[in-house]
């Protein structure tokens, strides 16, 4: 699986937007970019996920670089119970036989007051 | 939310015991998957399944079985417990392949090996 680089930590003030940053340079043509988020003493969640265009759900926004060696996921308004680990994941597509994901060590988002 | 849940939740055991941990779904996804949480290490995968009978190897597969008779159950044994298997372990289920692999997780099994 390609590789993902994100920053250790981030910090955010409540309301306001956050810009969570994730390289990934040597991704593939086919591969998925997946976040997942994971809150104190829970499993992770799925957030969002895309290919190659721009994406918005109801929790997040994800911005594909044209070149798709980057991604950013975007909260538009923190909150306190956004505070988590945020995990930025390549993915191939099904093969038919397997699907999985690898995790990296994500951003610990902390929002404050 | 996914019906996954995983028992037991807490176990304390001891050095050189055997282990199983149960992750029971009722969504009939095919996908399951075993992760294991430490610190500084995030989620390492550790055996998956993509159906009944079929499993294949994660990353951290040494010291670990799995066994999936029934779509609904995937179990993970830990033939003789040690402690660098102090963890927390975590199940999740794949759901269709129009949703490009998305996955929910269950709660977590907090394992203490003494």
């Known amino acids: 699986d390609a590789k993902t680089t994100q920053p250790n930590s981030m910090e955010s003030n409540e309301e306001e937007p956050v810009h969570l940053p994730c390289n990934h340079s040597?991704?593939?043509?086919?591969?998925?970019i997946h976040w997942y988020r994971q809150l104190p003493s829970q499993g992770p969640e799925y957030v969002i996920h895309?290919?190659?265009s721009n994406v918005n759900n109801r929790m997040a926004s994800l911005a594909i670089a044209e070149d798709r060696k980057s991604s950013t996921l975007i909260l538009h308004r923190a909150t306190l119970r956004d505070a988590a680990v945020y995990y930025c994941?390549?993915?191939?597509?099904?093969?038919?036989?397997?699907?999985?994901?690898?995790f990296g060590t994500g951003t610990r988002l902390q929002v404050t007051l | 939310d996914a019906g996954i849940t995983q028992s037991p939740r807490h176990k304390v055991t001891e050095t050189g015991t055997p282990v199983t941990l149960r992750c029971h779904q009722t969504?009939?996804?095919?996908?399951m998957y075993w992760y294991r949480q430490d610190p500084g290490h995030g989620l390492r995968l550790i055996h998956y399944?993509?159906?009944?009978?079929?499993?294949d190897k994660g990353e951290v597969s040494d010291g670990y079985s799995v066994s999936r008779s029934k779509t609904e159950d995937f179990l993970l044994t830990l033939e003789s417990a040690t402690s660098s298997q102090t963890s927390v372990y975590f199940c999740?289920?794949?759901?269709?392949?129009?949703?490009?692999?998305?996955?929910?997780f269950g709660e977590g099994s907090r394992l203490t090996v003494l």
């Open positions: 969504e009939n996804h095919r996908y």
């Open positions: 399944s993509y159906g009944v009978k079929d499993t």
């Open positions: 999740a289920i794949g759901t269709s392949l129009a949703k490009a692999g998305e996955l929910f």
């Open positions: 895309g290919l190659t």
């Open positions: 994941i390549l993915r191939e597509p099904h093969t038919g036989t397997a699907s999985k994901l690898t």
């Open positions: 040597t991704i593939s043509g086919t591969d998925y």
